[in-house]
């Protein structure tokens, strides 16, 4: 049996797309399991959804740290203490700082729901209705200094609907990013994605 890939998972929300994670997880779909889930919102609904696997969890908050980089070395430090092999983020509302980006090398990815490089930072949804686009969709990419920024490794579209609302649109999408983290992750996992430059090849 492969040995599994260990995650660690940074969420600042609800934490659907950890559950996705959870439950392909524990159904055998991925070779990866969640080592650690990381929040830095106290009240985040990610936090039960980790409890409820019997996953550790930990709240860092930016406000207890002096500095940013402060901040971030602790969580390194969490991760690093959960032998993390490819960390996560699954509505993780923060900019990865350099330092941390250097800890995990290449090792750090990101969903976006919308198909960068359309529609980045917050309300990507929102955006994608309001500039009128009639193809939408979500994102997994390789982490970089810039915000939904770095190598592109796996896209999946939606339509948008002529009677669609931002929350109607936001479930089709969020449906689709379920589905697409998993793929990713297992690809990682079988280490099939080659980046060359800002290209990332599916071996
Ligand atoms: C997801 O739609 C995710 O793509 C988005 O936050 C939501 C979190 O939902 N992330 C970003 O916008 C990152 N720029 P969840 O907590 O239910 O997984």
Request: some cysteine.
């Given at each position: 049996?492969?040995k599994?890939?260990?995650?660690?998972?940074?969420a600042?929300?609800?934490?659907?797309?950890?559950?996705?994670?959870?439950?392909?997880?524990?159904?055998?779909k991925?070779?990866?399991?969640?080592?650690?889930?990381?929040s830095d919102?106290?009240?985040?609904?990610?936090?039960?959804?980790?409890?409820a696997?019997?996953?550790?969890?930990?709240?860092r908050?930016?406000?207890?740290?002096?500095?940013?980089?402060?901040f971030?070395?602790?969580i390194?430090s969490?991760l690093?203490d959960?032998?993390?092999?490819?960390?996560?983020?699954?509505?993780?509302?923060?900019?990865?700082?350099?330092?941390?980006?250097?800890?995990?090398p290449?090792?750090?990815?990101?969903?976006?729901?919308?198909l960068?490089?359309?529609?980045?930072?917050?309300?990507?949804?929102?955006?994608?209705?309001?500039?009128?686009?009639?193809?939408?969709g979500?994102?997994?990419?390789?982490?970089?200094?810039?915000?939904?920024?770095?190598p592109?490794?796996?896209?999946?579209?939606?339509?948008?609907?002529?009677?669609d609302?931002?929350?109607?649109?936001?479930?089709?999408?969020?449906?689709?990013?379920?589905?697409?983290?998993?793929?990713?992750?297992?690809?990682?996992?079988?280490?099939?994605?080659?980046?060359?430059?800002?290209?990332?090849?599916?071996?």
């Open positions: 049996m492969q599994k890939l260990k995650l660690g998972v940074l600042s929300g609800s934490g659907t797309n950890l559950q996705s994670i959870l439950e392909s997880s524990s159904s055998g991925i070779d990866a399991e969640v080592k650690i889930v990381i919102v106290p009240t985040a609904g990610a936090l039960e959804r980790a409890k696997f019997n996953v550790p969890v930990t709240v908050e930016r406000s207890s740290y002096p500095s940013k980089q402060a971030e070395a602790a390194i969490d690093k959960h032998c993390v092999e490819l960390v996560c983020l699954a509505g993780y509302m923060r900019i990865i700082g350099k330092e941390f980006l250097a800890a995990f290449n090792r750090v990815i990101n969903i976006h729901p919308a960068l490089p359309s529609f980045p930072g917050l309300d990507a949804q929102e955006q994608a209705l309001d500039y009128g686009v009639k193809v939408a979500c994102t997994v990419h390789f982490v970089d200094e810039k915000t939904d920024h770095g592109i490794i796996l896209q999946a579209t939606v339509p948008v609907l002529e009677d609302t931002v929350e109607s649109l936001r479930q089709r999408i969020l449906k689709e990013e379920h589905r697409l983290y998993s793929e990713t992750i297992q690809l990682f996992a079988s280490k099939r994605l080659r980046l060359e430059g800002r290209r990332v090849r599916i071996l």
